[in-house]
């Protein structure tokens, strides 16, 4: 068991869905991250919250929305998804990088692995 | 541009030898720093190693090690001692300085143990 915790671990969902993904973490870090892991490809981050502000949003269609309520929990809220948007939806979280080259890897969930049909 | 390149899509191994993983990466920073992660059938990835821009010597843990040449822009990694158990996807990552929200990940490449 990791210190991220990510659930559903699998989710299907039709394209007229609204459904959550819901990523949780007592690391005491202040950053959280979602990606998507396409099949062959790189792994794509979506979001960035630090200190449960949004500092990045990587061009996301607004199908998905994130919510972050507090440093330890994160959201992502689906709606009228596409089948193109089936992926593993991993989330991670670390400390903030406070300086350089700091040794902060990143502390992932083992992700939802979504279908949309 | 393609930050993180893994040329090595599937790499074979033989239970107990070594193998070394490719990463070359792209930064015009200073300041970066540089990770391994294992990724097994369950999904969930596993940091392994990390190496940072002024470090001078290469990164080790336990049978990882990290074959780091900063003027060639490489950071390799090396499993000793092969087990069955390392077969999984490797992902090499950076997270620059300028930057460090932006952790990027290479393509991975799957590594397969055979007994």
């Known amino acids: 068991e990791t210190g991220v915790t990510q659930t559903p671990r699998h989710l299907v969902m039709g394209m007229t869905n609204k459904k959550s993904l819901k990523c949780e973490q007592h690391?005491?870090?202040?950053?959280m991250y979602w990606y998507k892991q396409s099949a062959k490809k790189p792994l794509e981050l979506m979001f960035v919250?630090?200190?449960?502000?949004?500092?990045e949003n990587n061009s996301v269609p607004s199908r998905f929305s994130p919510e972050c309520p507090n440093s330890s929990h994160l959201f992502l809220h689906l709606h009228t998804l596409q089948p193109e948007d089936s992926a593993l939806y991993l989330c991670?979280?670390?400390?903030?990088?406070?300086?350089?080259?700091?040794?902060?890897?990143?502390?992932f969930g083992s992700g939802t692995r979504l279908t949309v049909v | 541009a393609q930050k993180i390149t893994q040329t090595q899509p599937g790499m074979f191994v033989q239970e107990k030898e070594a193998v070394t993983l490719d990463c070359t990466y792209d930064?015009?920073?200073?300041?970066?720093?540089l990770f391994w992660y294992k990724q097994p059938s369950s999904g969930e990835m596993i940091f392994l190693i990390y190496?940072?821009?002024?470090?001078?010597q290469n990164a080790t843990e336990g049978r990882y090690s990290l074959n780091f040449q900063k003027a060639r822009k490489s950071a390799n990694l090396v499993i000793s001692a092969s087990q069955l158990g390392d077969s999984a996807m490797y992902f090499c990552?950076?997270?620059?300085?300028?930057?460090?929200?932006?952790?990027?990940f290479g393509a991975g490449t799957r590594l397969t143990v055979k007994p």
């Open positions: 991670a979280s670390s400390p903030t990088w406070t300086g350089p080259s700091a040794a902060y890897g990143y502390t």
């Open positions: 690391l005491g870090h202040n950053a």
């Open positions: 919250y630090n200190f449960k502000e949004q500092t």
């Open positions: 930064t015009s920073d200073q300041s970066y720093g």
């Open positions: 190496q940072g821009s002024y470090d001078e």
């Open positions: 990552a950076m997270r620059e300085g300028s930057n460090n929200n932006d952790m990027r």
